[in-house]
Structures are given as C-alpha cells and as structure tokens.
C-alpha cells in the first residue's frame, strides 16, 4: 500500500524553528516528486514546497520561500520540511503529498496525502 | 500566477439530488485539474485528475468534466458521506505552483 507517515509538529515560538518529516512506503521513493500543502485553522489548501525525485529540484510559494527547506533522504524514504523564522501566520495543518513519477513528475495531481500534523506558532 | 476560483463558496443539497459544483482558472490549463474531498479531520483525498478520470475507488456518482478555463465537479446522486468540502487543483505551471481554490462546501439541506 502506497503511504506517507508523517511525524514532527507541535508548539513553537515565533522566530524559533521546527521540521517535520514524512516517511514513504509501498514505491520507490527516489522516482517520485513529493510536495507540502497547508491549511490554516479555518481556511483551504495552500501548497507551499515541493522537490523533484532526485531532489535536484525544490520549489517553494512565496510566503515560505527563503524560510523554508524541503529535502529528502533516500536512504531513509524520507522527506523533511525545515522552517525557520517561523511566524504565527505559519500556524497550520501541514501535510505531505506525493504528486508524480520521472521528469514531469510536477506535471502531477497529489496522491496519496499524509495525515497531517499540526504546527502552531504561538508565544 | 494563475488563480484558481470556485463556486459556490457553499452549496445545501438533500440526499438523493444532484449537486455540481463550479471551478474557473485565470489562464488556460488545458485538462491538468484535479479535484478532492476533504472532510472534517481528515486529509484530502483524490477524486478527480485530468479533468474527468475518476482515482481509484471513487464511485460512479462523481465525475469531473471540463477544459481550458472552465471545469465542473458533478455528483449525481448526493449520499450522507458526500458531505464535505471540495477542491480543485491546478497541476499546468511551470515552473511547479501548484494552485488549489478556495473550495466548496458541500452540506445537507
């Protein structure tokens, strides 16, 4: 069965850090572009990071970028999301995805989810 | 930046009818649009990927039609584990921003 685990989460200061990880299983985890989405309390999907299968190649939304860091660890079937100079905005479900196979892998819909983990930035 | 919008933003359907619901794209997207349902709690789940082609599992009742600019989620027969809150995704930018809408909130009427 096609799965992602996800772990991490939890209450954090603003400016302070905190990753999550996301741990694949049932394909091969190193032919596939994984990606990061959010909800805020409330509100609808937000997708905020992604990184192609090889892990070359990271994309991120404007509201992270230069906060956040995607990156992957094949040994391990895992993906990880770092944030950094986190602010209550970022205050959210996150959830992982994986999107598609090989070089056009972006070019993907998102299947299967992870069961999200929340992350709430508050002092 | 393309900016995906749904309509209605809420929509109060009875068991049994039929509900359909709405996606628009600033820009073209050809047919690289999914859909999914999200309920309370949960994750999202796939429904719906290029435009029409029902995920696996997914009922007969629910079928997306749909290209270019203009995209329709149809449920044909509304049944209680229907409702929830539906998204389309676009998947056609590069590079890679992926975009959801806003959502529909399917309820009972």
């Known amino acids: 069965e096609v799965q992602l685990l996800q772990s991490g989460g939890g209450l954090v200061q603003p400016g302070k850090s905190l990753s999550l990880s996301c741990r694949a299983s049932?394909?091969?985890?190193?032919?596939?572009?994984l990606t990061w989405v959010r909800q805020a309390p409330g509100k609808g999907l937000e997708w905020i990071s992604g990184?192609?299968?090889?892990?070359?190649?990271?994309y991120y939304a404007d509201s992270v970028e230069g906060r956040f860091t995607v990156s992957r660890d094949t040994l391990r079937d895992t993906m990880y999301l770092h944030m950094h100079s986190l602010r209550a905005e970022d205050t959210a479900i996150y959830y992982c995805?994986?999107?598609?196979?090989?070089?056009?892998?972006?070019?993907?819909?998102?299947?299967?989810w992870g069961q999200g983990t929340l992350v709430t930035v508050s002092s | 930046e393309i900016v995906m919008t749904q309509s209605p933003a809420t929509l109060s359907v009875s068991p049994g009818e039929r509900a359909t619901l709405s996606c628009r794209a600033s820009?073209?997207?050809?047919?690289?649009l999914a859909w999914y349902q999200q309920k309370p709690g949960q994750a999202p789940r796939l429904l719906i990927f290029?435009?029409?082609a029902r995920a696996t599992g997914i009922p007969a009742r629910f079928s997306g039609t749909g290209s270019g600019t203009e995209f329709t989620l149809t449920i044909s027969s509304l049944q209680s584990e229907d409702f929830a809150i539906y998204y389309c995704?676009?998947?056609?930018?590069?590079?890679?921003?992926?975009?959801f809408g806003q959502g529909t909130k399917v309820e009972m009427k």
């Open positions: 995704q676009q998947y056609n930018t590069w590079p890679p921003t992926w975009t």
């Open positions: 290029a435009a029409s």
């Open positions: 990184i192609s299968g090889s892990g070359v190649n990271t």
């Open positions: 049932g394909f091969t985890f190193s032919s596939y572009t």
């Open positions: 995805a994986r999107a598609g196979p090989g070089s056009s892998g972006w070019h993907n819909w998102f299947d299967p």
């Open positions: 820009q073209s997207l050809s047919t690289n």
